[in-house]
T-cell receptor, first 112, second 115 residues
């Protein structure tokens, strides 16, 4: 069956450290992978997109990697801040038209 | 203007009511989406409109009826809902992904409670 798995437990880290979030998928062949941030009761906000032929993408303190052999993406936030606390969702952009399928998300808590 | 607006923010309705959720964007996007999200769960795709035509219906029950009157507006008509339909309903828009990926712009959502 098709699955997208993200860390099911919350990730608690100290301010200033690097947070690493994992997205693993099974029985999908995404052309692209996207990461979103969602705050409680709000809609997701786009952060980064990476293509299947890209290994790594960076934007300010954010870095995403994409390994189509391992079927895994890693999302890193360096020099984390309490304001980075939120739920982070990975989303697979399938080759099937305009279909974007989301993982359940990982809750990140950054403590000062 | 990079905003997707949704009204109402909150909606409480009985199982026999008829109501509508509204979504609007002025970014010139030609793909619009409805997602449903329950607590601690991922957004689940319900419908996709591309160039004002319904392109994806994820086997959603007929008590949910989408409508795309023009390229800026998206409605979701609700009728005879069940308590388990209570959720956050998210509207999103993007450029159609015909030749590459584009990300979604989400609205703030409508919190729906069915009593």
């Amino acid at each position: 069956s098709q699955k997208i798995e993200q860390n099911s437990e919350a990730l608690n880290i100290q301010e200033g450290k690097t947070a690493t979030l994992t997205c693993n998928y099974t029985n999908y062949s995404p052309a692209y992978l996207q990461w979103y941030r969602q705050d409680p009761g709000r809609g997701p906000v786009f952060l980064l997109l990476i293509r299947e032929n890209e290994k790594e993408k960076r934007k300010e303190r954010l870095k995403v990697t994409f390994d189509t052999t391992l079927k895994q993406s890693l999302f890193h936030i360096t020099a984390s801040q309490p304001a980075d606390s939120a739920t982070y969702l990975c989303a697979l952009d399938l080759r099937d038209g305009n279909k974007l399928v989301f993982g359940a998300g990982t809750i990140l808590r950054v403590k000062s | 203007d990079t905003e997707v607006t949704q009204t109402p923010k909150h909606l409480v309705m009985g199982m026999t009511n008829k109501k509508s959720l509204k979504c609007e964007q002025h970014m010139g996007h030609r793909a619009m989406y409805w997602y449903k999200q329950k607590a601690k769960k991922p957004p689940e795709l319900m419908f996709v409109y591309s160039y004002e035509k319904l392109s994806i219906n994820e086997s959603v029950p007929s008590r949910f009826s989408p409508e795309c009157p023009n390229s800026s507006l998206l409605n979701l008509h609700l009728h005879a809902l069940q308590p388990e339909d209570s959720a956050l309903y998210l509207c999103a828009s993007s450029q159609p992904r015909t030749s590459g990926s584009s990300h979604l712009y989400f609205g703030p959502g409508t919190r729906l409670t069915v009593t």
